[in-house]
């Protein structure tokens, strides 16, 4: 009996054909187009940058098929999973596990106190970075353009960062002569360090936590490790009684090592040790067998030593005589001391500071060149007091100095001295390397009735300001801006009314009423001796530079001069920088001058800082000329020898 009736039954066999040719119709796979920016944006995004986690580790937990959500809600389940599935290769299984526990380190680090866990989450998060980096089949030189090697090393360093301050809080319990303790869980060694440092230290600071203003350039090595300042305590009564301060702002590179000598030694371990580098010595660090360079952040200390300073309001009140200011020279090392380098000498100017070089000294030391082969001295110095005072003080601190670090007089950094002076240091650094003869007695105070005794003693007394010779460590000198034959500017109202405001050095005024008591023996009634200060030293009318401008320079020192022209027009003869005359500034028989547009402050123009550094490079070929020289002896005379 036929029915027009359509059951379910028929209808299922209808569809079931209908749904298969669908689903062979339907495209399983789709794509679509990103834009190049999103494109290395995705790339980039990883846990540490974005709070997400990257592709490679998102692909790694779909291999074993888990994904984030999981791995944050069971972390314990997620990584023993990931550490012991296959289907991974050591790479990407080591990779991924180092950003699973940065995440989970990141996520709980949130107070001002890190607590256990999340150091003992950062220390293996730096660990399975460290099993990547150098425990597995390729060496990070093989890997260096892959994109997920530069993700684990931005693990590894901030890993390092958090663990070393954490690290560095438990130092006051530990004492001096520790040799290991116990910390999280893990046995930390004492670190392995060559950084010259006279105490431990009071501070330490990740350099990428450093922001600076003020400082045109940031001056790093690319390289392994994590970059540091470290800071010693204020200098004991002691240390500041003497002419030099050494720094109190270290660069420092660390390492994190593991122990173990294989990758499954290393992923058992729970054994770490800090290898604390200084970047100036120390180029390239050795880790497992390779040989990689050594990262560095060369002007975090400068910079921060300079914003702690506060040699801004301490040059003003130097310059006025008043409480806080400095009464006699420092020399002032920008790093630890190293006898195979050169040293450069840099003298400030008027009513300055070492703020004066802020962005020259870091521009020399930022060129790599001059980083290897040079070191930076700063004379920092008290200008109320008059050039010859200073003069002589100054001269007594780089004495000493140089005998201090160098008592034998042998090392390289005390032979083929640079000094660099702007404005009254130029002053003060061309008469460091001239010779006074007997040109400045003229300068006496006379008494025709004084005795061969008197005389005799006030002799004594002033030869330290009219007698001096070349400092003979010093071969070469740049001047900036220096007024050798003063400027008029001193004479105006503005500046004698600030001389008048400026109270001379204790010592000065001492020395001076000594002087006028010595001319007063023997029924004298001299008026009191008058001594111009800093300010009217600088007068082109004053008797002192008159004195000396034309005094002669070592013959073996050669000089440059640097000079300013502010608002150029006429003849150059007649120009100046807004306070020093060309004239003034200009020295015949310079082996190089360069005129730069510029106000008085010529020092700090990129223009200055560059024949600045062509200065230093010129010299230092110099130098090595003479070494590779003196090392092969003299010529021979190829016809009397011509064998």
Not at 154 to 174: H, I, K, N, S, T
Not at 183 to 193: E, F, S
Not at 422 to 438: E, F, K, N, Y
Request: hydrophobic share 40%; net charge neutral.
């Amino acid at each position: 009996m036929r029915s027009d009736r359509i059951t379910p039954g028929w209808l299922l066999r209808l569809a079931l054909p209908a749904l298969l040719l669908c689903l062979h119709a339907c495209a399983i796979v789709d794509v679509s187009r990103i834009k190049p920016g999103e494109v290395v944006s995705k790339q980039r995004t990883d846990v540490f940058s974005g709070g997400q986690f990257s592709d490679a580790t998102e692909q790694a937990l779909n291999v074993v098929s888990l994904d984030a959500k999981q791995c944050t809600k069971s972390f314990d389940s997620c990584t023993g999973i990931v550490e012991h599935a296959s289907g991974l290769n050591e790479e990407r299984r080591l990779s991924a596990l180092s950003e699973l526990w940065l995440g989970r380190a990141l996520r709980s680090d949130l107070g001002p106190t890190m607590d256990d866990a999340t150091l003992d989450a950062y220390m293996q998060c730096a660990r399975y970075a460290y099993a990547y980096l150098f425990y597995t089949g390729r060496t990070p030189a093989e890997r260096v353009f892959d994109q997920r090697q530069a993700q684990v090393i931005a693990y590894y360093d901030y890993a390092v960062e958090r663990v070393v301050g954490r690290w560095f809080q438990e130092l006051p319990r530990l004492g001096r002569d520790w040799t290991q303790t116990t910390i999280a869980g893990w046995t930390v060694l004492r670190p392995d360090a060559d950084l010259h440092l006279q105490a431990m230290p009071a501070e330490l600071f990740p350099s990428s936590t450093l922001r600076f203003r003020g400082l045109r350039n940031v001056y790093r090595r690319d390289g392994f490790g994590t970059d540091f300042v470290a800071v010693e305590p204020p200098a004991t009564e002691d240390a500041r009684t003497r002419p030099w301060r050494e720094p109190r702002y270290v660069a420092m590179s660390g390492v994190l090592v593991f122990g173990g000598h294989t990758l499954d030694e290393v992923l058992n371990t729970q054994q770490a040790q800090l290898l604390s580098r200084d970047p100036y010595r120390d180029t390239s660090v050795t880790i497992a067998g390779q040989r990689l360079p050594l990262g560095a952040n060369f002007t975090a200390p400068y910079g921060l030593w300079l914003a702690r300073s506060g040699f801004a309001m301490q040059s003003i009140r130097s310059l006025l005589g008043r409480e806080g200011g400095i009464q006699e020279p420092r020399v002032l090392l920008m790093q630890p001391y190293d006898p195979d380098r050169l040293t450069v000498v840099m003298l400030h100017g008027l009513a300055s500071s070492p703020e004066a070089w802020v962005n020259v000294a870091n521009e020399v030391l930022g060129d790599e060149e001059l980083r290897y082969n040079y070191q930076v001295w700063q004379v920092y110095y008290p200008t109320n007091a008059p050039i010859a005072v200073n003069l002589v003080q100054i001269r007594r601190a780089l004495d000493a100095t140089i005998r201090h670090f160098d008592p034998a007089g042998t090392a390289r950094a005390t032979h083929g001295m640079t000094l660099v002076g702007h404005s009254m240091g130029g002053v003060l650094a061309r008469l460091l390397v001239s010779s006074s003869g007997d040109k400045l007695w003229s300068l006496t105070p006379g008494r025709g009735d004084l005795s061969a005794r008197q005389r005799t003693r006030l002799h004594r007394k002033l030869a330290p300001y009219f007698e001096f010779s070349p400092m003979p460590q010093v071969d070469s000198a740049v001047f900036l801006a220096a007024p050798h034959r003063g400027t008029p500017v001193a004479r105006h109202r503005l500046a004698r009314w600030l001389g008048e405001l400026i109270r001379l050095p204790f010592s000065v005024l001492t020395e001076m009423a000594n002087v006028t008591d010595l001319l007063d023996e023997g029924g004298g009634t001299s008026a009191p001796l008058h001594v111009s200060n800093s300010v009217g030293n600088l007068s082109d009318k004053d008797p002192f530079i008159i004195a000396t401008e034309n005094l002669q320079i070592d013959p073996r020192v050669r000089y440059h001069s640097v000079i300013g022209l502010y608002r150029p027009h006429g003849l150059l003869e007649e120009s100046s920088d807004g306070v020093v005359p060309y004239a003034s500034a200009h020295l015949a028989g310079a082996a190089s001058e360069v005129v730069i547009p510029s106000w008085h402050g010529v020092q700090e123009t990129p223009a200055a800082i560059l024949e600045l550094r062509r200065i230093l490079r010129a010299h230092l070929q110099r130098e090595k000329a003479g070494s590779s020289a003196s090392r092969q002896g003299p010529a021979k005379d190829k016809a009397a020898n011509p064998d």
